[in-house]
Each structure stands twice: as C-alpha cells, then as structure tokens.
C-alpha cells in the first residue's frame, strides 16, 4: 500500500492534470505508463547510480546486448591471459590427447595431470606454498576445473575416465573466445558457489549480483580498495538488513559472514581465478588477521565494454 501511495503521489506531482477529472482512462493509463517508465529509467543510489531497469538486465540478462556491461566483441587474443580459462584448455587438450584420460580411484584427476595445471601458478593462490602433494583434493581449482568441463557438456565421464564430448572437440578447435564465453557462463550461471572451498555460508552471496559487482570493479577498480567496499555496495543495494546493521557499526556475525563469503567466491575464487582482479593480503594494524585488497587487472577491460 505504501509503495502504490508513494507512486500515486508523485505521479500526481509530475501530472497535476490527471487529478481534474478530465482525461480519459486511456489517457491515464498511457501518462501512468510514461511515469512508470522514467521511474525504471532513473539512476539510484542505492544502485550506485545504476536505474531498476539497468539493473534488471544486469541481474536477469548479464552481459547481454542492452546491458550496460557486456564482452568486448574481439576477444580473441587475450582470452588465454584468463588462467581458468588457459587451465581449462590446457585440460581439454590432455584429454584429446589421451583419448579416454583415466582417473584415479576416486575420481580426481592424475597427479601427473595436476602438477601440469600447477607448475607454472597460474593461478595464485596464497596458500599454495603450504601444499605438499599436488593433487585434486589439495589445490581448491583443479576440482572447479575439471567440473566445468563436464558439467559445461564440454566433457563426459564414463568407466572413470574423462573424454571430449563432440560439442567439447568442436569448442576446442574452434575460436577461443566461444570457447571462453561457454565457460564464464557455465560459471557465473549454472555453477553452484556454495561448492567453491573454504566458507560453508548457506546463501547465493557472492555469485547472485555477479555482474553488477563487476561494474562496480570496472567504475572503482583501478584504486586498490578493501574487498568489504564492494560487498558493502552489495549490502546496500540488495541486503537492506545487513546494510542497516553494517552503517549502525553493530558487530554482527551474519554480516561478517556476508562479507567473508563474498570475499571468498567473488574475489577469491570468480574474479581472481579468471584474471580479474589483483590480490594483496596485508596484515591487519592490530597485528591480526589480514585485510584483503583488490583492483582490476588490465585483462579486465580488454574483455569487458562498461557504458556508462
């Protein structure tokens, strides 16, 4: 009631004429409308600025033509700077290469296979240089990896071995940039982030918003700020609750939990595993804990177009 309220009275205010009594239903329907449409069309703040019908598209149609950030339509030569993506072709290619890629007992891929993926970081991961024994189970990517492939259709397994599927060949001797798009969307759309390591945070938090927090690191990016600036800007603009908690400065653990998951999928694992985002860990002025830092990376803007 109060949202209908709020809309009649400025519409009212926009169109003192509509209150006299004199213009048709039509007519009212169609000044409604026009109202309603420069409504949607108009930048907020909580949506840093964005209108509620640029943001639907970026919550409904990511990276859509109509969005306001979308991929840059020559991709080709810079998609294998993206390390999930190199990794993932790297994969692709041993597994063309053997045929049927035999896996271990359990299913993980082979050392062999994984010390390949690992052996010239390219992915960084901080806590790599505590590993033992490289092996699925020990490197939280190699897993996301090999999932993506076959939950993409790119891959199928059978008899405990990984094989290319037709739709897999055609990608893996086809443009790179196609092959690059299938895999962010498999991602970013189908990908449960709940499954990503090291948070068991029961919530969408980090993936839902995906796009709309890479707008808001193309527009704050280049300066290295705090990870919690961005998932504050998620808060605000989706997480009403948490915002209200978060700017009253109440310790809160549901908040915490917030920023620490969306630290750890969108940054830790999305951004930083596509090549997105630069990481920098520093230790806390207290002395504990760290804070982390991040900014794009100049791969960033040669994949994304952002309009402002």
Not at 30 to 43: F, S, T, V
Not at 269 to 285: H, I, N, S, V
Request: charged share 25%; glycine share 6%; hydrophobic share 40%.
């Amino acid at each position: 009631m109060g949202i209908a309220q709020d809309f009649l009275d400025s519409f009212f205010a926009a169109y003192p004429d509509a209150n006299n009594g004199k213009l048709s239903l039509e007519e009212l329907n169609l000044l409604m409308a026009a109202h309603q449409k420069e409504i949607n069309d108009r930048g907020i703040v909580e949506f840093d600025g964005l209108s509620p019908s640029q943001m639907n598209l970026v919550l409904n149609r990511p990276l859509s033509e109509g969005c306001v950030i979308t991929f840059r339509k020559n991709m080709e030569a810079v998609v294998e700077q993206s390390p999930f993506f190199k990794l993932s072709q790297i994969l692709l290619e041993q597994i063309d290469q053997s045929g049927n890629l035999k896996l271990t007992p359990i299913g993980n891929l082979p050392v062999k296979i994984c010390e390949l993926l690992c052996k010239d970081n390219l992915i960084y991961w901080q806590y790599m240089k505590y590993v033992k024994k490289i092996q699925e189970d020990n490197v939280p990517y190699l897993s996301a990896v090999k999932f993506a492939l076959i939950e993409s259709g790119l891959v199928k397994r059978r008899n405990n071995s990984l094989s290319l599927t037709t739709k897999g060949l055609k990608r893996l001797k086809g443009a790179k940039q196609e092959l690059f798009i299938h895999i962010l969307s498999y991602f970013t759309g189908k990908l449960h982030w709940g499954n990503l390591y090291n948070t068991e945070y029961n919530s969408k938090c980090g993936k839902f918003g995906w796009a709309y927090s890479l707008f808001l690191l193309s527009k704050y990016g280049s300066e290295e700020r705090e990870s919690e600036f961005y998932s504050d800007k998620l808060m605000q603009a989706f997480h009403g609750v948490f915002w209200d908690t978060d700017q009253k400065n109440i310790s809160d653990e549901e908040t915490r939990d917030f920023n620490f998951a969306y630290e750890n999928r969108f940054f830790e694992c999305f951004a930083c595993w596509f090549g997105l985002a630069e990481l920098d860990y520093k230790r806390k002025p207290e002395g504990f804990g760290e804070i982390l830092y991040v900014k794009k990376t100049s791969l960033f803007d040669l994949l994304f177009e952002v309009k402002r």
